[in-house]
């Protein structure tokens, strides 16, 4: 028998995304026949009574998703089980033990990042970091190295790294695996993948929920921490990183290591010119009216809810290309997208204006809402004009997998994938301890060149992009954040 153990397991994270995700596999027949899921948390509830609330929720999500079956779900229900348990404590997990039994055994941890440690020490004592078990850890681990350092030490007294599965969510998202299939398994994206061909990189991650009733969590991280440490810099990689020798997980994360120590250090004398903070007051978001960081949260608060920074990759490939990214709540849209923008044509055959009618290529990888990655090209509009006119069109890779007006496959929430990984001890997907690392090294910079400076965040409108300053960040340099219009 293989245990699956998801600490925390009646949490929000856990219900909302890990319990569905293994219905969906389930479903899908992909887990293991003999694989048991144990939750574990302090409510003092029945397995019965847990069953019941996780038949609930996941019943509710597959339904929305057109993917219920009795048969899945009966599936599913023999394999779960649950046990209240104080997880810091070593007695209290040896029953755990006992459930899980003496096979592969993955402990899911679901839970406050400030008991990781407790945890994993108390998981040693009771028989749960034997060889044969595995450790998944949900972000944030830490709030800044030396945090980090101190969690992951801990970790380390119990676990080996081969045997820690740090989740990043955004890896197991199908357009950001796309991305590696794109530029590994194409040879024509290649030679353009360098300074002499690229122009900019963008990365937005925009989302239209405010912070609400997470603000106890959110106003010790801020963007900069919870978003842009490690989703953001995990797609920087995947973008910058030269080609592995193949997939498998050290080589990749060797790679991407590499891109994160290549980073220009941002000092407190640059940190003016390359970064903005801000902060969103009222305004409105979808037509619905939203209040201040500073209301849901009850008092002033120095934490920034958006943050746009300029990063500079110092090697060959990447010298002179500034890769921009912002993040922040209570933007206009749901938008996530990787936007390689290209350099114009040299000279432009084609007449009018300065370039002729021409827009740089530009390709566009996108995440949310939308999973899609699109190239767009100058083509000639049909008809007998007298003079050649011009316009983009863009070419998208979703025709491909769907067939052009095929209905998509279910989306998958990125946690199925990850899920199965770590049940396989596949770690390519996840973040190694020196990736992490190296991140917090450049976000601590970040962060402190703002304490150093003083730098409060600036306010922007709730449903606009940001302060102003973060479109400066950009016109300064000729360039523009890009619309969905274009
Ligand atoms: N929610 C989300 O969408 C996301 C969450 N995360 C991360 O996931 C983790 C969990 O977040 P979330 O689910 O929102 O948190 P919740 O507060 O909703 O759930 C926490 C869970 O931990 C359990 N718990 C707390 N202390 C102990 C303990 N000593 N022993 C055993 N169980 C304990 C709680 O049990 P009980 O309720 O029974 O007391 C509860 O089930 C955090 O690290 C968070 O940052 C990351 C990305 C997104
Ligand atoms: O990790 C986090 O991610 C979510 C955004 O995830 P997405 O998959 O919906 O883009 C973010 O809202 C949250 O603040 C952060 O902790």
């Not at 039994?101 to 990042?113: K, M, N, R």
């Not at 767009?376 to 052009?404: A, E, T």
């Amino acid at each position: 028998m293989a245990a699956l153990i998801l600490f925390g397991g009646g949490g929000d994270l856990a219900m909302r995304m890990l319990l569905p995700s293994l219905y969906f596999l389930d479903h899908d027949g992909l887990l293991p026949d003999d694989l048991k899921i144990i939750g574990a948390a302090r409510s003092a509830e029945s397995a019965e009574a847990y069953i019941a609330k996780v038949h609930e929720t996941v019943k509710a999500k597959a339904e929305a998703d057109e993917a219920w079956d009795e048969a899945s779900w009966a599936r599913m229900k023999a394999r779960l089980d649950y046990l209240a348990v104080d997880a810091t404590d070593p007695e209290s997990l040896k029953g755990l033990k006992a459930k899980a039994g003496d096979g592969e055994t993955t402990s899911f941890l679901a839970v406050s990042p400030s008991l990781y440690g407790r945890i994993v020490t108390a998981m040693k004592a009771a028989g749960l970091a034997e060889k044969n078990c595995r450790i998944v850890l949900e972000k944030p681990v830490g709030r800044d190295l030396e945090s980090f350092l101190e969690i992951d030490d801990a970790v380390a007294q119990a676990f080996d790294e081969r045997q820690v599965f740090r989740i990043d969510h955004y890896l197991g998202k199908e357009t950001v695996q796309n991305l590696i299939a794109l530029r590994f398994g194409n040879t024509i994206f290649e030679p353009l993948w360098n300074n002499l061909t690229v122009d900019h990189v963008q990365i937005t991650v925009g989302e239209t929920v405010g912070v609400g009733d997470r603000w106890p969590y959110y106003d010790e991280y801020g963007a900069l921490r919870d978003m842009l440490q490690n989703h953001m810099l995990q797609l920087l990689c995947l973008v910058a990183m030269e080609p592995p020798s193949d997939l498998d997980p050290d080589s990749v994360r060797n790679e991407k290591v590499k891109v994160l120590r290549s980073l220009r250090p941002i000092t407190p004398e640059e940190a003016e010119r390359v970064t903005v903070r801000g902060q969103y007051v009222a305004g409105a978001v979808e037509g619905q009216p939203a209040r201040a960081y500073r209301d849901e949260r009850g008092q002033p608060s120095d934490t920034e809810t958006f943050v746009a920074i300029r990063a500079d990759i110092d090697n060959w490939r990447w010298a002179g290309v500034p890769f921009f990214m912002r993040t922040g709540k209570r933007l206009p849209e749901k938008r996530t997208e990787i936007v390689i923008q290209f350099k114009p044509v040299p000279h432009s055959i084609f007449g009018h204006g300065e370039r002729g009618d021409i827009y740089d290529n530009r390709l566009v990888i996108e995440l949310q809402p939308d999973e899609d990655i699109s190239l767009s090209v100058m083509n000639k509009k049909p008809g007998l004009d007298q003079r050649m006119q011009l316009q983009p069109i863009k070419m998208s890779l979703s025709w491909g997998v769907n067939g052009k007006d095929a209905a998509p496959p279910r989306r998958r929430i990125a946690y199925e994938r990850l899920l199965l990984d770590a049940l396989k001890g596949d770690s390519t997907l996840f973040v190694r301890r020196d990736e992490a690392e190296q991140a917090w090294k450049w976000v601590d910079e970040v962060a402190d060149a703002w304490s150093g400076a003083g730098f409060k965040p600036l306010d922007y409108g709730a449903g606009t992009w940001g302060p102003e300053a973060a479109d400066l960040l950009l016109s300064r340099t000729g360039r523009k954040w890009n619309t969905r219009d274009e």
